[in-house]
């Protein structure tokens, strides 16, 4: 079976190495590949620091992708030669003032009852295992099996392997026979047969698909560079800082990701506001980000969904859709992957298919029922 992907993030990336490894042939379609949301991602693999009442499905999603992200980095490995820049590294989450504390004991007893793996810290035990800390934090929380990929490599690493089979165009329209979707047309005029195609956009637009349940919900990022030395950090550290959410993921070559925000502005360039706030509340918990340097300001529009699961299901006999992936697409890339190609196969046994159909909006919002123009 012949199959077009369209959107070459790591969603569209993982989809066709879950295709190929299947023995199924692929194009990857996509203007840009690797320069969306998946180039901005922090890549922390984190079921544990990212709970959240209420949520209990995308709780067993994030979960059950997360235990499998070992294998998929070693198939990865396997099949290229080459291995991502996987780091198994725990997570640490940081109250920074007293009022924080309880915003972290609600996670800590949020967790408990998921059955997730989370060890309440005194301030002076988070220090131990992270010098750079500062000295008045008031509390820790150590989720050992949160561990953390650097997107950059995978899609770096998949682009590799898959350079013969990526079509850099723009998708314009998805073409359909009385079979359904049966070919995709670039912008340039190109027509890309396949016997089934797969829309893993972010929030691209193609001819044919109308009225997906999603917003751009807009993250600024910063990456920056540490001193010559010893790394700053050794684990990535979640901070809640008068309760605003802040992150610094160390990459092995000494920098740090710092992030995110969280805007429904609309406005796709870095916003001086939201870097000021990062910032500020990154050095309230690690000082010594002052003596940094400023590698990279990015910004990028996240695909979410109203329950931040994504939409994995079948539009027609040849079309699947995989997209809305909000902030889990990199966490979620190795289920995303294995649910999306068990549906263009038409194998729909899998338990948390149904936890991420696109028509599960259907019956609530009949206006943003998803709708495959013929």
Not at 168 to 186: C, F, I, K, P
Not at 352 to 367: G, N, Y
Request: negative net charge; hydrophobic residues 40%.
């Amino acid at each position: 079976m012949h199959v077009n992907i369209v959107g070459a993030g790591i969603i569209g990336l993982a989809t066709a190495f879950e295709l190929s490894s299947r023995g199924h042939s692929i194009t990857i379609i996509d203007p840009a590949p690797g320069q969306g949301a998946s180039y901005a991602a922090a890549g922390m693999l984190a079921p544990a620091a990212e709970t959240v009442w209420g949520q209990g499905p995308l709780h067993q999603l994030l979960a059950g992708s997360n235990a499998g992200y070992p294998r998929f980095v070693e198939r990865i490995e396997a099949s290229t030669g080459e291995r991502p820049d996987y780091l198994q590294s725990s997570t640490l989450v940081i109250a920074a003032e007293p009022a924080d504390r309880d915003a972290l004991h609600e996670l800590v007893a949020l967790q408990s009852s998921l059955g997730l793996a989370a060890e309440k810290l005194l301030p002076s035990q988070a220090r131990s295992l992270e010098p750079a800390l500062a000295s008045n934090i008031a509390g820790g929380v150590l989720c050992a099996e949160d561990h953390q990929i650097d997107p950059r490599s995978v899609v770096r690493i998949l682009l590799k392997h898959f350079a013969n089979h990526v079509i850099r165009e723009q998708a314009e329209e998805l073409l359909t026979d009385e079979a359904g979707t049966s070919a995709v047309r670039t912008t340039t005029g190109r027509v890309l047969e396949a016997d089934q195609t797969v829309i893993a956009t972010a929030l691209g637009t193609v001819k044919g698909l109308k009225d997906l349940p999603l917003r751009p919900v807009y993250g600024d990022i910063l990456r920056i560079q540490g001193p010559a030395g010893p790394a700053m950090l050794s684990r990535i550290v979640r901070g809640i800082v008068h309760r605003r959410n802040v992150y610094l993921v160390p990459r092995k070559d000494g920098s740090l990701v710092l992030g995110a925000s969280v805007r429904e502005d609309g406005n796709p360039e870095v916003n001086v506001g939201a870097m000021h706030t990062l910032l500020d509340d990154a050095r309230r918990l690690v000082p010594g980000i002052s003596d940094c340097t400023l590698n990279e300001l990015i910004a990028r529009p996240r695909p979410a969904t109203a329950d931040d699961r994504p939409l994995i299901g079948r539009l027609d006999p040849g079309l699947v859709l995989s997209t809305g992936y909000s902030r889990h697409g990199v966490l979620l890339s190795p289920l995303g992957s294995e649910l999306t190609a068990d549906l263009t196969e038409n194998n729909t046994t899998h338990p948390m298919l149904k936890d991420v159909d696109p028509q599960r909006f259907a019956t609530q919002h009949s206006t943003l029922a998803l709708e495959h123009l013929g």
